[in-house]
């Protein structure tokens, strides 16, 4: 089964500045996608940036990136210019592509980003 | 385009009672998914449907809870009886097709069982 760990229950930055949050996961599987979701307090889940595990290549959505080592199992999202409407709860997703079988998505517990204006 | 629509919003029953939760997903999503999000956690998967066929429901819990989405597109998933344990927030997902990159998500249903 694949697991996914975020660390850091809580991250407060300042406004305009940069943030990395961290996220580890575990799968025996080498086709899967990796995603950030954001949810405010309206529990509305968005999804912020996805990552296909073939691709080498970082993504990147505007002030979104991530920073994705394949061999580490490492998936941290950085966000630059920090804003007020980024705070929110913050996932880290795994979903299997085997394209077979079920594909739910398997989340981490989430980080809390406060943003200080 | 519309979202994926869920009703109720809120819901508060005693325990032991029955409670069903209502997922209209985005029109000509074939995948619909229900999560369980428990406060501090991230969400668990506890059902998909591919039309109107179940996928994967290895993680419900079958004594008390089911599901159905029947002519493949609304799905209603029902609890009886309810525990203390499942209070939390029930988040219904659609996409495209089952091997489409994003599934979109309703606003959830906020469970407290007292």
């Known amino acids: 089964a694949q697991t996914v760990t975020q660390s850091q229950?809580?991250?407060?930055?300042?406004?305009?500045?940069?943030?990395?949050?961290?996220?580890?996961?575990d799968t025996?599987?080498?086709?899967?996608?990796?995603?950030?979701?954001?949810?405010?307090?309206?529990?509305?889940?968005i999804l912020v940036i996805r990552q296909e595990a073939y691709k080498q290549q970082n993504a990147t959505e505007n002030r979104f990136s991530v920073n994705f080592q394949k061999a580490a199992k490492s998936f941290s999202l950085k966000i630059s210019d920090s804003q007020l409407g980024d705070a929110?709860?913050?996932?880290?997703?795994?979903?299997?592509?085997?394209g077979g079988g079920a594909d739910g998505l398997t989340f981490g517990k989430g980080t809390h980003l406060i943003i200080q204006p | 385009e519309a979202g994926v629509a869920q009703s109720p919003r809120y819901k508060i029953i005693e325990k032991r009672?029955?409670?069903?939760?209502?997922?209209n997903p985005i029109s000509g999503h074939a995948t619909l998914y229900w999560?369980?999000?428990?406060?501090?956690?991230g969400p668990k998967l506890l059902i998909q449907?591919?039309?109107?066929?179940?996928?994967?429901?290895?993680?419900?819990?079958?004594d008390r809870f089911s599901a159905e989405r029947l002519k493949g597109v609304?799905?209603?998933?029902?609890?009886?009886?309810?525990?203390?344990?499942?209070?939390?927030?029930?988040?219904c997902a659609?996409?495209?097709?089952?091997?489409?990159?994003?599934?979109?998500?309703?606003?959830?249903?906020?469970?407290t069982v007292l």
């Open chain 2, 94 to 111: 659609s996409s495209l097709e089952r091997v489409s990159t994003e599934q979109f998500f309703g606003p959830g249903t906020r469970l």
């Open chain 2, 49 to 62: 449907f591919q039309n109107n066929g179940v996928v994967d429901d290895s993680q419900l819990p079958k």
């Open chain 2, 35 to 41: 999560y369980q999000q428990i406060l501090g956690q």
């Open chain 1, 9 to 25: 229950p809580e991250m407060s930055v300042q406004e305009a500045e940069t943030v990395t949050l961290s996220c580890t996961y």
């Open chain 2, 74 to 91: 609304d799905s209603t998933l029902k609890i009886q009886p309810a525990k203390l344990e499942d209070s939390a927030v029930y988040l």
């Open chain 2, 17 to 23: 009672q029955s409670v069903a939760f209502w997922c």
């Open chain 1, 88 to 98: 929110a709860m913050y996932f880290c997703a795994y979903r299997n592509n085997s």
């Open chain 1, 28 to 45: 025996s599987e080498s086709d899967y996608y990796l995603f950030w979701y954001k949810q405010p307090p309206s529990r509305q889940m």
